[in-house]
């Protein structure tokens, strides 16, 4: 018998990628079955298509609830740029090499290297502040910028997650996706972060 309610807080966390499509299409099935799910997450890539109403909280207290058109005014538009990105740019590069291709540049946004191409023997790659580096090998680039998207002068998409609200201290960083939002985020504690994996660097 299905339960006629569920609470659920942050369900897939810790889970991969397999095991969130798996644990959706059981909630899937349970909500063709009638029951009432309340989901709590923050992400929102993960609920986009999957909920009849969404509600925002702040400190609280509800500021926003309806369904996500609803929600969008007009003009408006949604960015769902996460780690993903860097996941389909691995996928993507690591594909090509099961294919034999042993020199390869994959750039969706975040960018993956292999190899070394001739005749210079690496890749040269364009940061969004203009400067140019150098790649060789085995590699992972990503850029993490509060200028990257907008809402207004002083709101942009990368939110600290203590406050819900867009990161005052937010600098532009240039690393390997999920550590450079982080670093984005809190600087002050880049080296901490980077230096915990090795061959990472970051350019502030």
């Given at each position: 018998?299905?339960?006629r309610?569920?609470?659920?807080?942050?369900p897939t966390?810790?889970?991969?990628p397999e095991?969130r499509?798996?644990?959706?299409?059981?909630?899937?099935?349970?909500?063709?079955?009638?029951?009432?799910m309340?989901?709590?997450s923050?992400?929102l890539?993960?609920?986009?298509?999957?909920?009849?109403?969404?509600?925002?909280?702040?400190r609280?207290?509800?500021?926003?609830?309806?369904t996500?058109?609803?929600?969008?005014a007009?003009g408006?538009?949604?960015?769902l740029?996460?780690?993903?990105?860097?996941?389909?740019t691995?996928?993507v590069?690591?594909l090509?090499?099961a294919?034999?291709?042993?020199t390869?540049?994959?750039?969706l946004?975040?960018?993956?290297?292999?190899?070394?191409p001739?005749p210079?023997?690496a890749?040269?790659?364009?940061?969004?502040?203009?400067r140019?580096i150098?790649l060789?090998g085995?590699?992972?680039?990503?850029?993490?910028?509060p200028?990257?998207?907008?809402?207004s002068p002083?709101?942009?998409?990368?939110?600290?997650?203590?406050t819900?609200?867009?990161?005052?201290?937010?600098?532009?960083?240039?690393?390997?996706?999920?550590l450079?939002?982080a670093?984005?985020?809190?600087?002050?504690?880049?080296a901490?972060?980077?230096?915990?994996?090795?061959?990472?660097?970051?350019?502030?």
């Amino acid at each position: 018998m299905s339960p006629r309610l569920l609470l659920l807080d942050e369900p897939t966390s810790g889970l991969d990628p397999e095991l969130r499509l798996s644990f959706y299409g059981i909630i899937a099935d349970l909500a063709r079955q009638g029951t009432a799910m309340l989901l709590s997450s923050h992400l929102l890539t993960e609920l986009e298509e999957r909920t009849d109403r969404i509600a925002i909280l702040d400190r609280g207290r509800l500021v926003a609830d309806g369904t996500l058109d609803a929600l969008l005014a007009p003009g408006m538009a949604v960015t769902l740029n996460g780690i993903a990105q860097g996941y389909a740019t691995d996928r993507v590069a690591d594909l090509l090499r099961a294919h034999g291709l042993a020199t390869v540049l994959v750039h969706l946004g975040e960018t993956r290297i292999t190899g070394r191409p001739e005749p210079r023997g690496a890749w040269r790659i364009a940061l969004p502040d203009g400067r140019i580096i150098e790649l060789a090998g085995d590699a992972a680039l990503a850029t993490s910028s509060p200028d990257g998207t907008r809402f207004s002068p002083c709101c942009h998409y990368l939110f600290d997650p203590t406050t819900g609200r867009s990161a005052r201290d937010a600098v532009p960083v240039t690393l390997a996706d999920a550590l450079s939002t982080a670093a984005a985020i809190a600087p002050q504690r880049a080296a901490e972060m980077i230096g915990a994996v090795p061959g990472a660097y970051t350019l502030l």
